[in-house]
């Protein structure tokens, strides 16, 4: 018999605590933001511009590489709008280097994950935008760590800027190549920092040189299901793809899968994404990891199934992936088989994830930022 999961939506943690913040970036800024930065200290705005052309065009790492700033400018404007921020403490990578996993330290100590999937026609990365999360979904790694801090836009784009850099240099197997797609799936949870998630999607999705250009419908954003943030992101005007973590069809079995739940149920949930789907056109995923005897029963799938029918949606399965302290397993290959089928006959579009980076711990919910040494 698996063990019930119990209520602790007491520990959910919706307002980040108050730290120190990382020094400012360039990509913290907008383009016009960063002509005012660089005129304060004294240069001439289209710095900015040369500036921008190497972080977010030219990729450029080191300094010595921009040529066209003169020497005094060039330290000034670095060490003041181009500071690093992450600092790479270990990678691991498996699936014959097509898979890796980085471990951060940020200026503070605090440590994050974020992890570069090639498959043979894009390469997703998979990034954090919290230290920790506060959402406290027991099966899932990051939230049995409890909530560290938010992290800035820099920080979050320079995930992406460093597995870019990666890329362009041939340092993952497969010859040169390009970020196409980020899943907002790394640690923590991106609507409960909003600000910085939205500015760091206008620094993806912005044409280079003010962003790094990629496709907003390359870009997927992640959610336990933050109502009144889904509303506010529907009206954005960045078609990025909604993804929703929702994992049980009735709010009995979601209060303690996912105790957000206890103040947004199921219907709100599913009322705000289907509001999304309508506003931007575009197709919402629905996160759902099968737990073994927990969530998996062939009714909870026709439950699904009918919440489902006829929306624009599409069910992700997700294997549950093993995380320490948690008695929960996948479910058996037949069982999640008949919920694919169950699903299937309502009309619902399913696919079941591929669970790229397990022996790494670096598929989804095993994010931990465990100790360095480990
Ligand atoms: N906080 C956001 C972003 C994290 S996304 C969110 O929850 O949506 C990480 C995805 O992996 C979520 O869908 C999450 O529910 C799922 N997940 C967490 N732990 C997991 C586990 N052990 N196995 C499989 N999926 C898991």
Redesign the pocket.
Known sequence: MSEQPTRNAAQLTLVAPRRAKPQRHLADLTMAERRAAVAELGEKPFRADQLSRHYFAKLTASPDQMTDLPGETRERLVSQLMPSLLTPVREITCDDGMTRKTLWKLFDGSLVESVLMRYTDRVTMCVS?QAG?G?N?P?????QAGLTRNMSTGEIVEQVVAGARALAAGEVPGGPGRVSNI?????????ANYKAVIGAVHRLVDPSPEGLGISARGVTV???GLVPAIEKLAGEGLPVTL???L?APDDELRDTL?PINTRWKVAEVLGAAWDYAARTKRRVSI?Y?LIKDINDQEWRADLLGRLLKGKLAHVNL??????PG?K?T?SRPEDERAFVRRLESHGVAVTVRD?RGREIDG????LAAASPQS
């Open positions: 935008s999360c959402m979904c099966f899932c790694a990051t939230g899943v907002f799936m790394g640690m923590g949870e991106p609507m992640s959610t336990v993804a929703v973590s994992h996912v996160e990891a997700i294997p549950l992936n093993p995380t948690s929960w996948a669970t598929a989804c919910g095993q």
